[in-house]
């Protein structure tokens, strides 16, 4: 679709220029994907497969690219970039077992830059970042990124019970491995989340004769024990710094900022009794299941039959939190036992001696009760006062958020031995809830990189990325909740919102779209109908219009700090399908109806005294004369027993602010009126424009299409504006 500035008229572009020209839609990132797999193999592998999960891919090789594609889109609507970022992929035998192996691998390809225009003086960058911030693609024809992942998952040997989940829509089941969330993880690795110094012996990127210089994610670096960053040690203390679990830290402020909203408690193990044991547990997480919740799960602890529940478990557990050895089988299959058995909580005890609980790896989204580890110590403690009854609880701590120091500071991935390609390089696996760039995949991941539910962006913001937020199809759906609703959104209406964007695949036509059509579907939805249409039509029918300079006719009398408030009185406690929703609803609306009514404006405006008569017209009159005969009748009878009741006041008002033809006659001029209050969060007249010219021209573009938003592009030029994107850039 050609951009919406090249198709308005000469007239228009004064009037709206400074709202909807948008240099962030050019901004954003093309990456693309370079096939580097030999013929029959990787991408192009020709055995047929069956379209899955929005990937209408008819082979596994081009299922593949499509994948790739859908993930590299997800970073590009999301970051901003010049230069176009290639990443080489490709499918090869990864290190595996039956019961564990590599995914994937990726990082930056080749060269690395430093004290270029833009840069912080003295630090190393890779290709795709250099290439960013500069404008410049530094690195030429080669491509910025390399990446490769493991073409034998599922096959004997390697990680035998699972297979690539090659959907788009994240519903990988029990057994898959969501490849789009694997290939999230891998490309942020090139884009930047990674360290290029040494971690084996310390050295920094360079060579001795050149200079050796830190990377700048090396800058964010610190030990907590040293109080050092890593560009001010030595190179003894980096290798030292490298395996000091617990103490390494982030603190780039993006990140340190975002950390509040995005992580939550820190999950706990509470013994409660008896009491020779009582108290609390260091503990490990798990990446499936749900993370413990501040209220906690409490019951009797119970050691499963067999110890390692790696079989059915025999011996009853229903109702009870299950203890389970660690061994013989991977920690998905012993928790799923357990929830089959009807246990509400898990807690592995470690097999091996180690200073810590050992992190969870694994995916299944089927289920739903939490797991904790602990360490072989702390088991047998538990152990040996079973027969005398332990009653334990698994909560999140609130007061400490998951996987952050003191100071509120997300903790890097630092085990002890160091593992070569994750140590430092990653969140660690404490962090709640899961996140994108720790060491192991999560099963709850959802595609989104952006707070609230994911630091990734917050570090690429950290190390020079300019980007959107909005361009986060997950975020995209949550705004309009916020800008529309009023309201944070539930699960099920911001899975299915967002599920209706990605549905379009790598089809960037579907995919605009799906963008302008989920939008508007908040306006005409049956909550913002009931509430916020409401109120505009309550407004309507007591006040009437008003006029602007200069504009011809007249213009909607409600304003925004007006709307907004009064809104939310009505849609308090209300979800459409949720709970007694409609009754909830009714209540609602009678409350704000009465005391409406009863305020300064609408007592001077309809002061005691007036008959049935001349209340009913003069609101019949202000909303257009909506009424007809029998309607106008109805209402001054109800009324005329008393005219000064607020109830039967507020029946009235309520009646013709309802009534079928005033929401008809007003639905074009309230859509286009709460573009702005919703997108903008400002009145039509408020800087940079001075007057309704703008809400004019696009009720008329409305108008000429007959209410069809599409044709008349309207949404689509107030989601790309600057205006509207720079609420959510950088």
Not at 53 to 60: E, F, H, L
Not at 115 to 135: C, M
Not at 436 to 462: C, K, Q
Request: aromatic share 10%.
């Amino acid at each position: 679709m050609p951009y919406l500035i090249k198709k308005l008229p000469a007239f228009a572009l004064a009037l709206i220029l400074t709202l909807f020209v948008s240099g962030e839609a050019s901004a954003q990132a093309n990456i693309v994907i370079l096939n580097g797999d030999a013929a029959g193999a990787g991408f192009n592998d020709a055995t047929p497969a069956t379209p899955v999960g929005g990937n209408n891919g008819t082979t596994v090789g081009q299922q593949r690219l499509i994948a790739f594609q859908f993930a590299a889109n997800i970073w590009g609507a999301t970051l901003n970039s010049s230069p176009t970022i290639t990443i080489r992929g490709t499918w090869t035998a990864l290190g595996c077992t039956a019961n564990s192996g590599t995914l994937g691998s990726a990082g930056n390809s080749g060269s690395i830059f430093r004290n270029f225009a833009g840069a912080e003086p003295g630090f190393w960058y890779g290709n795709a970042l250099a290439n960013a911030i500069s404008g410049i693609d530094r690195n030429g024809s080669t491509h910025e990124i390399n990446a490769q992942f493991n073409v034998n998952l599922g096959t004997p040997g390697c990680l035998e019970t699972a297979h690539w989940y090659y959907g788009l829509d994240n519903n990988h089941g029990a057994n898959g491995i969501d490849l789009v969330s694997v290939l999230l993880h891998e490309f942020s690795h090139g884009l930047g989340f990674q360290t290029f110094t040494n971690k084996e012996t310390g050295l920094q990127a360079g060579s001795d004769t050149g200079g050796r210089f830190p990377s700048i994610y090396d800058r964010y670096l610190c030990d907590n024990a040293s109080a050092k960053a890593w560009p001010q040690m030595t190179d003894a203390e980096r290798v030292a710094s490298t395996i000091n679990t617990g103490n390494l830290v982030w603190v780039g402020p993006r990140v340190v900022s975002d950390v509040p909203n995005v992580l939550s408690g820190t999950p706990r193990l509470r013994v409660n009794s008896p009491a020779a044991i009582a108290g609390n547990y260091q503990v490990g997480t798990a990446s499936f299941g749900p993370a413990p919740s501040p209220a906690g799960t409490t019951g009797d602890v119970v050691q499963t039959i067999p110890n390692d529940a790696c079989a059915p478990i025999t011996n009853a557990i229903s109702g009870r939190i299950a203890l389970i050895d660690r061994g013989n089988c991977n920690f998905v299959v012993k928790t799923k036992n357990a929830q089959n058995a009807g246990a509400t909580a898990v807690i592995i005890a470690d097999n091996v001696s180690a200073a810590t609980p050992p992190g969870m790896g694994g995916t299944d989204n089927t289920i739903v009760i939490p797991t904790l580890s602990i360490t072989l110590i702390d088991g047998s403690t538990i152990k040996g006062q079973l027969s005398a009854g332990v009653n334990a609880t698994l909560f999140a701590d609130t007061s400490a958020l998951a996987g952050t120091d003191a100071n509120r500071r997300p903790l890097m991935f630092a085990p002890n031995p160091v593992e070569g390609g994750s140590s430092v390089s990653h969140w660690d696996s404490s962090l709640l809830p899961n996140q994108l760039m720790e060491p192991n995949i999560a099963g709850d991941l959802n595609h989104s990189v952006v707070p609230i539910w994911d630091l990734t962006y917050s570090m690429f913001r950290d190390l020079g990325w300019t980007g959107n937020r909005i361009g986060d199809n997950r975020f995209f759906v949550r705004q309009h909740y916020l800008d529309f609703l009023n309201r944070e959104p539930d699960l099920s209406g911001l899975q299915f919102w967002s599920d209706e964007i990605y549905s379009c695949g790598i089809d960037a036509g579907c995919n605009q779209v799906k963008h302008i059509n989920v939008s508007a579907a908040f306006f005409q939805s049956i909550e913002f109908q009931e509430t916020g249409y409401l109120v505009y039509r309550m407004y309507k029918a007591s006040y009437g219009d008003t006029t602007s300079p200069g504009v011809a006719g007249t213009v909607p009398i409600i304003r925004r700090q007006e709307l907004v408030p009064d809104s939310q009185l009505i849609s308090q406690g209300v979800q459409v399908n949720v709970g007694n929703w409609q009754a909830q609803l009714e209540a609602n609306k009678q409350a704000f109806a009465l005391a409406f009514v009863q305020r300064a404006r609408f007592t001077t405006d309809y002061p005691a005294g007036m008959t049935a008569d001349q209340f009913v017209t003069q609101l019949d009159q202000r909303a257009g004369l909506v009424l007809s005969a029998a309607e106008r009748s109805q209402l001054i009878s109800s009324l005329t027993p008393n005219p000064n009741d607020p109830a039967r006041r507020a029946a009235v008002v309520r009646a013709v602010a309802e009534d079928a033809d005033l929401s008809n006659a007003e639905k074009n001029r309230a859509f286009v009126l709460m573009q702005y209050y919703g997108y903008l969060r400002r009145n039509p007249d408020d800087a940079p424009n001075t007057n309704f010219e703008g809400w004019k021209f696009w009720l008329d573009k409305l108008n000429q299409f007959n209410g069809n938003f599409v044709a008349a592009e309207m949404v689509k030029a107030f989601l790309d504006s600057t205006e509207y994107r720079n609420r959510f850039a950088n």
